[in-house]
């Protein structure tokens, strides 16, 4: 296993557009996290999955955003209707639900909106 | 909610030179978590080193120590011996203990050294 793999790894979409990227975590985690890092600043928690499920969701994913994990395996991040404020880097990481576990990232999406 | 705060913008230091970076955060719980990520040009956030609040001692990774503060809320890295290697964004980062154990992360260091 080589770590958590993302994909793309860029992507430039018109606004508009919807754009839809892909997280494959590490195979044992059950937990799967989604950041959004703007250009300065530090990754800022968007939702995480436990398994399947979709246990907490930010005030920052709006309606526009949807996140899924079927089968508790590869996640997707789906933005409909990108904005110029989509602009961002998406970060994704997974950990195994213990008490003391550490969270792995990728490499990111960076998403550019023109 | 937690915050998370770096100060220091931007650092440069020579190389084999020690540097600190400050981080202070603010919180209501009592069992957390402070780690301190490293995040190159590539890009991929990477573990530097970690502190369970609940222990006294500072968490030590070859190099690289922490000055935890508890009373304080603050949680300095130190970096020893520093390497052209250690270029990088570094990240301080607070994690309550159980439940979505996401991490709430500060605006973060650009770190350079200099040969």
């Known amino acids: 296993d080589t770590g958590v793999s993302q994909d793309p790894r860029h992507k430039i979409t018109k606004r508009g557009q919807n754009v839809t990227f892909r997280c494959d975590p590490i195979?044992?985690?059950?937990?799967l996290y989604w950041y959004r890092q703007t250009l300065g600043q530090g990754p800022e928690f968007l939702t995480y999955f436990q398994n399947e499920a979709q246990l907490e969701k930010s005030r920052l994913l709006s309606d526009r955003f949807s996140a899924e994990r079927p089968k508790g395996s590869f996640s997707t991040l789906e933005i409909q209707r990108t904005e110029q404020g989509d602009s961002a880097m998406y970060l994704c990481a997974s950990s195994l639900s213990l008490v003391d576990t550490e969270a792995f990232f990728g490499q990111g999406t960076r998403l550019t909106v023109v | 909610a937690q915050t998370v705060t770096q100060s220091q913008p931007e650092m440069s230091v020579q190389e084999a030179e020690t540097v600190t970076l400050s981080c202070t955060y603010d919180?209501?719980?009592?069992?957390?978590?402070l780690f301190w990520y490293k995040q190159p040009p590539s890009r991929q956030m990477i573990l530097v080193i970690r502190?369970?609040?609940?222990?006294?001692q500072n968490a030590t990774e070859n190099r690289f120590s922490v000055n935890f503060q508890k009373a304080a809320k603050s949680f300095s890295l130190k970096i020893s011996d520093s390497q052209l290697g250690d270029t990088a964004m570094y990240f301080c980062a607070f994690m309550k203990q159980g439940g979505a154990q996401k991490l709430v992360f500060g605006q973060g260091t650009r770190l350079t050294i200099n040969p």
């Open positions: 919180t209501s719980e009592n069992n957390y978590y």
């Open positions: 502190q369970e609040a609940y222990k006294q």
């Open positions: 195979s044992e985690h059950n937990r």
